[in-house]
Nanobody, 117 residues
Framework: QVRLEESGGGLVQPGGSLRLSCTASESIFRIYVMGWYRQAPGKERELVAAISSGGSTNYANSVKGRFTISRDNALNTVYLQMNSLKPEDTAVYYC???????????WGQGTQVTVSS
């Protein structure tokens, strides 16, 4: 079972930046499309951005132009650079495959992002 570990969250003021990281325990990570998801209180988990093994990306409209997803297959790690953060970006951020596997990889603990003045 692949394990995922997210890090890099924190408290930031509106307009600020954060860089999230997610590291997978197995090198099989490299062949999968990976996504960053987020879940705000009282809301369903949503896809924020995804990246193919070759580096093709797509983004939710709400983050387009502000967030950048990237990956380093040698390190089994996917990143999310978040700029111009808004209060509505406040959520717990997770990574996993995109789409989710029939038996999804186990969700990590996530990393909390709070955007507040």
């Amino acid at each position: 079972q692949v394990r995922l570990e997210e890090s890099g969250g924190g408290l930031v003021q509106p307009g600020g930046s954060l860089r999230l990281s997610c590291t997978a325990s197995e090198s099989i990570f490299r062949i999968y499309v990976m996504g960053w998801y987020r879940q705000a209180p009282g809301k369903e988990r949503e896809l924020v951005a995804a990246i193919s093994s070759g580096g093709s990306t797509n983004y939710a409209n709400s983050v387009k132009g502000r967030f950048t997803i990237s990956r380093d297959n040698a390190l089994n790690t996917v990143y999310l650079q978040m700029n111009s953060l808004k209060p509505e970006d406040t959520a717990v951020y997770y990574c996993n495959t995109y789409p989710l596997q029939r038996t999804p990889w186990a969700w990590g603990q996530g990393t909390q992002v709070t955007v507040s003045s």
